[in-house]
């Protein structure tokens, strides 16, 4: 049975207390425990109760969070081979399958770890331990070929990604079908959520945050059966009064590109940085480097 707005809303404080109950317990607890029970409070609903009975985990504040070391975030677009009616600027958002390939492998050679939002949050709100060399892989604008190619490359190497669907596509050709959507995330890949039709954020009247935000998320919910927490901003942009709304809304972090993040509000402005199609594996590790230490 899907369950209501309301209920992920709650649910999005309650997921991530529920993980650093977790992490709580992955760090200190019995060696018997499999990790599997210790997380099953997070998908039954007896979990609110679980997770008040315990002390909550001071939260880290703004400046704590960012004086941490960033973890990369690379954002793709379209993995497909260059055409000739590409401009070069669209270059940079179509890597060719290959070379997604190759950047891949290095990232796997260079022993690289894939995380997803849950705990790169963990991670900055209560320094909860990441993997050796973290890195998120995320995906926007729901293009097909993240399903057809880029999905099956990660798999291989034992990688998870973060698609952030902009649900207007859904279905079109050349986009990913609802079917597509749900396999990705029941793969254990996450979906976040990327509006409607890519409207600026920075131009909302109060109807659009129910057009390009609320309506799509709850799409999105029905169709992985999931909550939908995380939100990438279109062209990356945001202002300060589009945090709020996302809060209202559920989101427990938002992504922006490779601007400043918010000195407030650095969880709902973590940057990323577009891998882009001209890059060799070892330019986008330079550009990581740079980016991110
Ligand atoms: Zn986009």
């Known amino acids: ?3 209501s707005k309301a ?3 709650a649910a999005a404080p309650i997921k991530l207390l529920a993980s650093l109950v977790w992490l709580c317990f992955s760090c200190n607890s019995a060696p018997t425990q499999e990790p599997d029970k210790a997380a099953a409070p997070a998908t039954t609903s007896p979990d609110t109760a679980y997770a008040a009975a315990l002390p909550a985990p001071a939260l880290a504040d ?10 990369p975030v690379l954002c793709y677009h379209q993995i497909r081979e260059w055409q000739p009616s590409d401009s070069e600027a669209a270059k940079a958002y179509i890597v060719p399958p290959a070379r997604f390939q190759e950047q891949l492998q290095l990232l796997a050679d260079s022993g ?3 995380i997803l939002p849950d705990q790169l949050l963990a ?3 209560t320094g909860a331990p990441l993997p050796p060399k973290p890195i998120m892989l995320t995906f926007d604008d729901t293009n097909l070929s993240q399903y057809t190619v880029a999905a099956p490359e990660l798999e291989r190497h034992g990688y998870k990604g973060v698609f952030f669907i902009m649900t207007v596509s859904l279905g079109r050709p050349r986009y990913m079908s609802r079917a597509q959507v749900k396999e990705l995330a029941q793969a254990g890949h996450v ?6 039709d890519h409207q600026n954020v920075k131009k909302y009247q109060p109807q659009d945050w129910i057009t390009q935000i609320e309506k799509p998320t709850r799409q999105l919910e029905e169709i992985t059966g999931t909550p939908i927490t995380y939100f990438a901003y279109p062209f990356g942009l945001w202002n300060p009064a589009a945090i709020p709304e996302l809060k209202s809304r559920g989101m427990a972090a938002a992504f922006q590109l490779a601007g ?3 000195e407030q509000e650095p969880l709902y402005t973590i940057r ?5 199609g001209y890059w060799s594996p070892q330019s986008l590790h330079q550009n990581m480097v740079n980016s991110f230490d």
């Open 1 to 3: 049975m899907f369950k």
């Open 7 to 9: 209920f992920f809303a």
């Open 62 to 71: 703004a400046a704590t969070i960012l004086a941490r070391r960033q973890v």
């Open 112 to 114: 690289y770890h894939t």
């Open 123 to 125: 991670y900055l709100t």
């Open 191 to 196: 979906i976040g959520s990327h509006t409607w």
């Open 260 to 262: 400043k993040p918010d």
């Open 272 to 276: 990323r940085i577009i891998a882009s």
